[in-house]
């Protein structure tokens, strides 16, 4: 099992995340989900794991500018070769087809170890760019065909979920990022709606 660093999800996951299994971290446009999915990265850092980082929605600078607000020092892990950001972003700008972008980003990922964690940001992104084409849900087939046997996090906004009926149902578990609002504060939390590995699932909100 894979543990995220955030113990209370770990408790629900049974121990965490299970080795190989694609997670969707879906979250309301509302809510950032970027400290969320920094943190869970840093904790694999931390355990030694190589993570990849595919980013199609802001440049590599500021990716690591996001780890920094989160005060997570991610260049010793840079160095070591232990994470390594694929750049989508700037393809997608220069208005490359989705078809070329995803070859690009296989490119990058030849002949990595299934121990390697691979972080997708974000599933909406591609969507968003391409619209809701068949051409783009292939695409994204085939980049996660060619990485079968690893564990996949992806990212994508909660409204998209309905119209990628494809991805949720391919996915072995889903955490949902929501948020209650009461007068002025707003307060985030999670529940997992979906985890294949366990039985008797409790699907209750936890604040983070």
Same mark, same amino acid.
């Given at each position: 099992m894979i543990k995220t660093g955030i113990s209370s999800l770990d408790i629900i996951l049974q121990g965490g #995340?299970?080795?190989g299994s694609k997670v969707l971290v879906t979250n309301n446009p509302e809510i950032e989900n970027q400290q969320f999915i920094n943190h869970i990265i840093y904790t694999l850092l931390e355990q030694k794991r190589k993570v990849i980082y595919i980013t199609n929605n802001k440049k590599e600078i500021t990716v690591?500018?996001?780890?920094k607000?989160?005060? &997570?020092?991610i260049t010793p892990f840079e160095k070591n070769k232990k994470l390594i950001i694929?750049?989508?972003y700037t393809d997608i700008v220069k208005k490359e087809s +989705?078809?070329?972008v995803i070859e690009k980003i296989k490119?990058?990922?030849e002949k990595i170890s299934q121990e390697t964690i691979i972080i997708v940001d974000s599933l909406s992104s591609f969507f968003d760019v391409y619209g809701a084409k068949k051409e783009v849900q292939?695409? #994204?087939d085939q980049l996660l065909d060619g990485v079968r046997k690893n564990t996949v996090l992806i990212t994508n906004t909660m409204w998209l979920k309905k119209k990628n009926e494809v991805m949720v149902k391919k996915s072995d578990c889903i +955490?949902? &990022?929501k948020a209650i609002e009461k007068e002025i504060i707003l307060r985030k939390y999670f529940m997992v709606s979906k985890a294949r590995w366990i039985k008797n699932l409790k699907k209750e909100a936890m604040l983070f």
């Open positions: #995340i299970k080795e690591k500018k996001r780890f607000e989160c005060k &997570l020092n694929v750049d989508a +989705i078809k070329k490119k990058r990922m292939r695409s #994204i +955490i949902e &990022l």
